[in-house]
């Protein structure tokens, strides 16, 4: 699922997208037909006039696609959802999008979005594709994870075979390379969350289901008691002083007399 907007082109002064951070007390009037007070560094579309959009969350009524509409400027980014997840906050402004980015999207999938996106519209409606434009930083390389086929049973208490561990891995998109005991994992682009063993032992466990962790009874042996003279004495005090404001009586706390030092 890869959120993007669409503007109208001929809306957009000297068409001309600016991406930048929101100026103090900037507005905007989003296609919810609101007009909100941008929180200050928020990331936001514009021209060289106003705001198109803020970033992530919802796109702009001055730009947005009408019945008269010709040509269309298709946007698809990589959010940051620290930021997207601060300004929606900020606004008390939820929208699909914004749910979307602030969970992490696929950086590598930007331009491929784009192209299915113009395909659909052009294969619909008709009309030409232009090309595709793309700035900013290039997409982030797959996170890499060394992971120990022991550590499942370490963890969770029960044994699953390399192999059924490697099947399972691989239906989640992951690339794999054995290494004896050993498997050097390539993390799909699209799972930014998964980031280290504990993350594919749990990938590995939701497949298998929770139901199928073995249930023991705890470890009743005792080994020295847990109730002490101290501790009794003080529960039996506890329960004195209960019966005492029972009846009325309120508690005292005195100063505590020490020898004077010499």
Known sequence: NRPMHAYD????AKKEIIVRKSKSNERFLALDDKEYNLPTN????ADKNSVL???GIIGGKTSSISDNTCDIVLEAAAFDPISISSTSKKLSLNTDAKYRFERGVDPNSIEEGLKIAAKLITEICGGQTGKISIVGNKPLQNNKIKYDVQFFSKKIGFDVPINKQTEILKKLGFDIKRNGKYLNLTVPSWRPDVSKPECITEEI???IGLDKIPSSPPDTKKIKESLNYFIYYKDHLQVEDTKKLSHGHSPTVNMTYIFQTR
Do not use: A
């Open 42 to 45: 928020s990331c936001v579309i």
């Open 9 to 12: 082109l001929n809306k957009i």
């Open 53 to 55: 959009g803020l970033g």
């Open 205 to 207: 466990l939701r497949i």
